[in-house]
């Protein structure tokens, strides 16, 4: 590999990171909007779904059963969410937004709507496409990497995967 195609490598991952960190940064400027952190407006979009399950939610996020669970007390103290014991289930609890847990959703929404108009809209489409086709691409990449990368640890131990390194 050539020191120009090694450069631009690197300029492409910069500019990844780029865009994560200012993904990252807009949606907890969203979730500050309407006084809740970005793990809080997660937990809340995911029970506005109705197919909320803690434990699951906690894996798909890697996050632990103890965050989640202080983060929906959190969420029941704010008044947004409520907790009832499962109708078809007694030792299941069912959690669901409350009127103010909707209309802060529906801020949320609004505000991201408004977002996409002023930032992604003004965008070429054929280049929307394109980015996305790539991004697509890179996380399956990414993901196939990682996935390798795992199997290897968990065939040879730390030594192969420092090795492939």
Same mark, same amino acid.
């Given at each position: 590999m050539s020191n120009a195609q090694l450069a631009e490598i690197h300029a492409a991952i910069e500019v990844l990171g780029r865009l994560s960190s200012a993904f990252g940064d807009r949606r907890q400027q969203l979730a500050q909007s309407v006084g809740l952190t970005d793990h809080q407006w997660g937990v809340l979009e995911e029970i506005s779904t109705e197919h909320f399950m803690p434990s699951m939610f906690? +894996?798909?996020?890697?996050?632990?059963?103890?965050?989640?669970?202080?983060?929906? +007390?959190? @969420? %029941?103290?704010?008044?947004? %969410?409520?907790?009832?014991?499962?109708?078809?289930?007694?030792?299941?609890?069912?959690?669901?937004? $409350? +009127? +103010?847990?909707?209309? $802060?959703?529906?801020? @949320?929404?609004?505000?991201?709507? @408004?977002a996409i108009e002023h930032i992604w809209q003004k965008l070429d489409r054929d280049e929307v496409r394109r980015f996305t086709a790539f991004g697509n691409l890179l996380a399956h990449a990414l993901t196939e990497h990682a996935n390798t990368i795992s199997k290897e640890r968990d065939d040879h131990g730390n030594d192969a995967v420092r090795e492939s390194l």
């Open positions: 906690a +894996r798909q996020r890697d996050s632990t059963p103890a965050a989640v669970s202080k983060t929906l +007390r959190q @969420l %029941i103290d704010k008044g947004l %969410i409520e907790v009832k014991l499962s109708k078809s289930d007694g030792r299941q609890r069912d959690y669901q937004l $409350t +009127r +103010r847990g909707r209309r $802060t959703m529906d801020e @949320l929404r609004d505000a991201r709507a @408004l």
